[in-house]
Nanobody, 124 residues
Framework: QVQLVESGGGLVQTGDSLRLSCVAS????????MAWFRQTPGKERAFLAA????????YYTDSVKGRFSISVDNAKNTVYLQMNSLKPEDTAVYYC?????????????????WGQGTQVTVSS
């Protein structure tokens, strides 16, 4: 099992930037893909971005391309999500997740372990 701990959430204003961090520990050799999702009340978890540990391949959902950037630091077992030009609609709980699959998937059920989530609130 891989344990994930997110940090970096908070309250920001429209247009601000925020960087989320997710530290992986435990059986990290089983982890191939790291991803970020977000969820608002009453809605399903939505895929945002993913990256691979091995070759730093990345993939983004269209709605965050150009604003969000995922990066992986293998030495620190940490994945980051840099979020720029934040909007009120970005308000959500943000989760990191890991998958042992050898491809990047956008559906939550492809991911084996999840962090506890970190709240991001963007005020207008």
């Amino acid at each position: 099992q891989v344990q994930l701990v997110e940090s970096g959430g908070g309250l920001v204003q429209t247009g601000d930037s925020l960087r989320l961090s997710c530290v992986a520990s435990g059986r990290t050799f089983r982890s191939y893909v790291m991803a970020w999702f977000r969820q608002t009340p009453g809605k399903e978890r939505a895929f945002l971005a993913a990256g691979t540990w091995s070759d730093s391949n990345t993939y983004y959902t269209d709605s965050v391309k150009g604003r969000f950037s995922i990066s992986v630091d293998n030495a620190k077992n940490t994945v980051y999500l840099q979020m720029n030009s934040l909007k009120p609609e970005d308000t959500a709980v943000y989760y990191c997740a890991t998958s042992s699959q050898r491809s990047i998937y956008t559906t939550p059920n492809a991911y084996d372990s999840w962090g506890q989530g970190t709240q991001v609130t963007v005020s207008s």
